[in-house]
Structure formats: structure tokens, C-alpha cells
């Protein structure tokens, strides 16, 4: 008998599987697509030499990551890239805020105004951050935390609404810079705690960077698998799972899927009934004659670049999506451009690059025109540009990864209470009903983003409770 079974090979699967494996309990993997990877994959999805990221592409939490940082994986292949810039936010006039690994020309990209408010703002957190990202990443709290005083002076900051830490800016460089930081996770700007996300974006730039993975996020995954078969853990792909009799026995079941996926296989009834999925959204991947042409010069160097003329206008799209059901007219746009830094990612001169704006829940429209009006507005002859395009919205997204419902690439909405409490109201959310059953996906803290925390924390109740057995 197996010491524990983990259902689903992304990130958080693979970390939670790497961890028991190397506390020395076998371990077998699960995954029903023929590849591992979940939302950390690369493929050429428009022209032979053009390798695209699915789902992630730029992976500030995953480079900070505790539970990644902690293994060997550069061993097995993976390679952070940094680019000259992580993140720019380029404005109608050709000019553009940035998201920098220094503190100072951040804030001097928000004007003088700002830029004193901004410095406060961070400063207090970045000479700590190693031990806050570890503290908040592990909450609800699977360990006592480190640093406890800085977790609760974050915490007065972070937990009120964005929109109430935006208001100590004056300008609207700085506050549509911010708005778009807490719209990674597609949350309302005026959520509890959102402005706890827009934070944490920006001290893991100034702390490490937004890189990209060599040859593309599949290298995220890969490395896992690997490290994991080297502990002596199995991977099983093409493998899908629809009762728990499908997997061989184990003391443990630990599952990387959505709180719907896990209740239909181990038969929870309506134990997750609560459980919110939040907006969609609707990607394209292109194969490019060349970068970008961006107005502003600071996007064309940037990993990252966030698509929104202002505050307002991030916001309504927002809205639109999350609460108003409907396509937005004038889109927030997340853009990764790994080409920059990567250039074995597409043929000699040209680019791989993706956006994504937010639509309804399991939208079935068509929103590739919307999106390159936009990106016309910032980056004038980008069409001519393009070579081909690969486009997926809320359907294509759930059939491709199961964990995407309705479209939702944060496998469960990241508003309200959700944000920090998921999949449900407890201070155990790795548990279930079940006591030899775990979940460990997305949808438990710390959420969305590739990093391994969710199964990383998870891992630590397995075992706990494999050593009690």
C-alpha cells in the first residue's frame, strides 16, 4: 500500500507529492492530461518554433516561492530569467509607471508626488520580506509565524480594501498601477484584503523579480516531476480519475482539482455547495514578426506589461466581468512577453507573447477584436504584427485544465472572505470529510499563482497525519 496518492500533476500537485517523497513516504502521482503541468505548461499552440505558455507565463511568486526555493530545482533544469524590467504600465500619452526591482525608480516612475508615499509604503517590508512571504503564504497558519509583528503590520495595512490604499496617492500613475496589480487575481478593487495582493505583487518584484521560466513554465513542472522521481515518486499521466476506487489504496488521497471535481470523485454531496468561481477569461497566444511596438519605451523591456488607460477604467472592466455578466468594452489587459528575455521561445527575430482580459463566468463570445483595439491604443501597429494567433476563451480554458471552471484560472473566486478563507469558512482547509482525503489546489491559501504553497502547506497535514496512523 502507498503511503499516499496525489490527483492532479500542476504545481501545487507535484509540490505536495515532492514533499512527503522527501520525508520519505512513497508517493504516486495521477494526472489525466497526457503531460504534467496543470496551469504551468508549454506548448506550440500557432506556428512550428513558437513555444507558448497556456495558462502562467511570469512567475513573481513562484521565483519567491519558500516551498520552491527550498528544493534543488535548478538541478533538474529549471532557470529563472529576469528581464530588464518586471512590470511596466504604459499610459495613452507614451509614457508608463513601472514595476522595478528598485524601490527608488519605482516611485520615480509615479512623480514626485507619489514617489515619498509610495517608498513609505514598501520600505517598511522589503528588508523582511523572505520571512513575510513565508508567514503569509502560510496562512491559515500551518507553522507559528517567524516575524510576527511585520505579519501584523502588513496585515493592518493589506486588509482593507485596495481602493483605500490607493487613496494615499495623489496621482493616477500610481493608483492605475496598483489597480492593476490587485486585478491579477480578478478581484473587485474594493474587496476586503485586496490591498494585501497589490502589495505582495510589488515587494516580490523589488525582492526578486517577475521571471520567466527557460523555455517556457513546462520547465516549472518538469523539474518538479523530476526532483519527485529521484525521491522515488511515480507520475502516471493520461490517468484520469472519476471515483476514488480508480486509484490504488493508499493512507492518503491528496487532490490538486476544484472543490467540485474532489466532491464528485470522493462523493462529498453538497460539502462545497458554497464555494464561489469568479470570473473568466478570455487568452489569446500569438506568434509575432517582431516585439511589440509599444509607445511607451519602458513596456518594450518589460516581462509584464498591464493594459489599462486609468484606475477607472481597470475598475469598470472589472465590474463588468465579476458583477455586471458582460464582455467589458474597453478591457484590462494582462500582457507577458517572454521573447524579451527568452529568445529561444520563438524562431530568429521573432516573438511569442499572450494577453488575457476578464469576461463572465463561462462566456462563449468572441473577444480577440475588443483585445487588439486595445493593445492598438498602447502599441499602434501591433496587427501588422501578428502571424498567427491562438485564441481560448472560458470553455476552451475549462476543457483544457478541469481545475478552470467556468473559465476561472484562480480555481475559485479570490473576493471576500474567499480571498484569504478558502475553500471554506475553517482554520483547516486542506482537510475534507474525509480523514484520508486532502485537497491542495488553488482553491486553498494561499490561492491562485504558481507556487507550491498550497501544496506545500497541505503536504504538512498529510503527513501529520500519516505519522499519527
Known amino acids: 500500500m502507498l503511503d499516499a ?46 513555444r507558448h505558455d497556456p495558462c502562467s507565463a511570469a512567475h513573481p511568486l513562484g521565483v519567491n516561492s519558500p516551498a520552491f526555493r527550498a528544493m534543488p530545482l535548478d538541478r533538474y533544469g529549471l532557470e529563472w530569467l529576469q528581464p530588464e524590467l518586471p512590470m511596466a504600465h504604459p499610459f495613452l500619452d507614451g509614457t508608463a509607471a513601472v514595476l522595478s526591482r528598485s524601490v527608488a525608480e519605482t516611485a ?21 520580506w523572505d520571512t513575510l512571504v513565508q508567514d503569509f503564504m502560510s496562512l491559515p497558519l500551518s507553522a507559528l509565524p517567524r516575524d510576527p509583528v511585520t505579519l501584523a503590520r502588513f496585515g493592518l495595512v493589506g486588509l482593507p480594501p485596495s481602493t483605500w490604499l490607493m487613496r494615499r496617492f495623489r496621482d493616477e500613475r500610481a493608483k492605475a498601477l ?26 516580490a518584484a523589488h525582492a526578486r523579480g517577475w521571471p520567466v521560466a527557460r523555455g517556457g513554465s513546462q520547465s516549472i513542472s518538469d523539474a518538479l516531476t523530476a526532483y519527485l522521481k529521484d525521491l522515488g515518486g511515480t507520475v502516471h499521466t493520461d490517468y484520469e480519475v472519476k471515483r476514488l476506487d480508480d486509484l490504488p489504496p493508499a493512507r492518503a488521497y491528496v487532490f490538486d482539482t476544484s472543490p467540485t471535481a474532489l466532491s464528485r470523485i470522493a462523493g462529498f454531496g453538497r460539502y462545497y455547495e458554497r464555494y464561489r468561481y469568479g470570473a473568466g477569461v478570455f487568452k489569446i497566444d500569438y506568434a509575432l514578426d517582431g516585439p511589440v511596438p509599444w509607445t511607451a519605451k519602458e513596456a518594450r523591456t518589460a516581462g509584464t506589461v498591464q493594459v489599462g488607460a486609468d484606475r477607472k477604467e481597470i475598475g469598470t472592466a472589472l465590474r463588468a466581468a465579476s458583477r455586471e455578466g458582460r ?6 489587459l494582462i500582457t507577458v512577453q517572454p521573447s524579451v528575455v527568452d529568445p529561444s521561445r520563438a524562431p530568429a527575430g521573432k516573438q511569442v507573447f499572450w494577453a488575457y482580459a476578464h469576461v463572465p463566468s463561462g462566456w462563449t463570445g468572441d473577444l480577440a477584436d475588443t483585445i487588439e483595439r486595445q ?3 498602447f502599441a499602434p501597429g501591433f496587427r501588422d504584427r501578428v502571424l498567427a494567433r491562438a485564441t481560448a476563451g472560458p470553455p476552451e480554458l475549462a476543457a483544457r485544465n478541469a481545475n478552470y471552471v467556468g473559465g476561472d484560472i484562480g480555481c475559485g473566486a479570490a473576493s471576500g472572505l474567499q480571498l484569504l478563507l478558502r475553500p471554506k469558512l475553517t ?40 505519522r499519527q496512523a
Open 108 to 128: 520615480a516612475s509615479f512623480g514626485p508626488r507619489d514617489a515619498g508615499t509610495y517608498r513609505r509604503l514598501v520600505e517598511p517590508f522589503t528588508h523582511r
Open 427 to 466: 482554520a483547516f482547509p486542506y482537510t475534507t470529510p474525509h480523514p484520508a482525503v486532502f485537497i491542495c489546489s488553488s482553491a486553498t491559501p494561499p490561492g491562485p499563482g504558481v507556487h507550491g504553497m498550497s501544496g506545500h502547506n497541505a503536504a504538512k497535514a498529510v503527513w501529520k497525519r500519516l
Open 5 to 50: 496518492v496525489v490527483v492532479g500533476a500542476g504545481p501545487n500537485g507535484l509540490t505536495a507529492a515532492v514533499e512527503l517523497a522527501r520525508r520519505g513516504f512513497s508517493v504516486a502521482v495521477f494526472e489525466a492530461r497526457d503531460t504534467v503541468g496543470g496551469g504551468a505548461r508549454t506548448e506550440e499552440l500557432t506556428l512550428p518554433g513558437f
Open 178 to 203: 496598483f489597480a492593476g496589480l490587485v486585478a491579477h487575481v480578478m478581484s473587485p478593487l474594493g474587496g476586503p484584503a485586496t490591498g494585501a495582493v497589490g502589495l505582495v505583487f510589488a515587494l
Open 327 to 332: 464582455a467589458p468594452d474597453a478591457p484590462f
Open 375 to 377: 493593445l492598438e491604443r
